[in-house]
Every structure is written in C-alpha cells, then in structure tokens.
C-alpha cells in the first residue's frame, strides 16, 4: 500500500510564490508522480508530472514557465515551485502517482488528500 501526503499550500498574494510537497509511504515507490489541481465548480486538471527518476516531466501550457516540477530521486519527495502565481491558479492541489509518465488522470492508482492553494489580488 503507498500513501501520498502533500503540503505546502496557503494563501498567497498574486505575483507571489509557494512550493508543495508530496511524500509517499508504503513500500518503494518507484513511480511516476503527477500534478493535478481542482478549481471550485470545475473539473479536475493536469498541472505537471515527473518521471520516477525525475529524467522526465510534463507540463500543461497554463503553468509553463511558472511552475517547476521536481524530485531527487525515486523515494525523495516531489515538490512543486509556483512562481508568478495567479489568481486562476486558486484550487485544491493533488499529487498522484502512476507506474509510467501521463498527462491523464485515470492512469494514476494513488492520490493524496490534497492541499488548498488560495492567491489573492
């Protein structure tokens, strides 16, 4: 069984910084690990993804340039540096994990609880 925890997320001004965490539990987790966030009334949507030896990443054109996905290796924790945040990146941020490198949710097996992530103007 592996548990997937994130943390990191608060409130922030717009143009301002956080970095979220994922760290998995359980048994060896040579996973891929995914991104993805859910804004109020919305679908839930891809952010960035990371190979399990972090050779790899993806990133979705809304977050391109802003966003850092990163992780030093297969069991250190995976992290998420948002720069130049938006208010449109106000959503619940899930970390997940797949056994191979996707953009599509249903190929994740694990997901955190996820953890709030609010900018403001």
């Known amino acids: 069984q592996v548990q997937l925890v994130e943390s990191g997320g608060g409130l922030v001004q717009a143009g301002g910084s956080l970095r979220l965490s994922c760290a998995a539990s359980?048994?060896?987790?040579?996973?891929?690990v995914g991104w993805f966030r859910q804004a109020p009334g919305k679908e839930r949507e891809f952010v960035a993804a990371?190979?399990?030896?972090?050779?790899?990443?993806y990133y979705a054109d809304s977050v391109k340039g802003r966003f850092t996905i990163s992780r030093d290796n297969a069991k250190a924790p995976v992290y998420l540096q948002m720069n130049s945040l938006k208010l449109e990146d106000t959503a619940v941020y899930y970390c997940?994990?797949?056994?191979?490198?996707?953009?599509?949710?249903?190929?994740?097996?694990?997901w955190g609880q996820g953890t709030q992530v609010t900018v403001s103007s």
């Open positions: 997940a994990g797949s056994p191979s490198l996707s953009t599509t949710q249903h190929e994740y097996a694990y």
């Open positions: 359980g048994r060896t987790f040579y996973y891929a």
């Open positions: 990371i190979s399990w030896s972090g050779a790899s990443t």
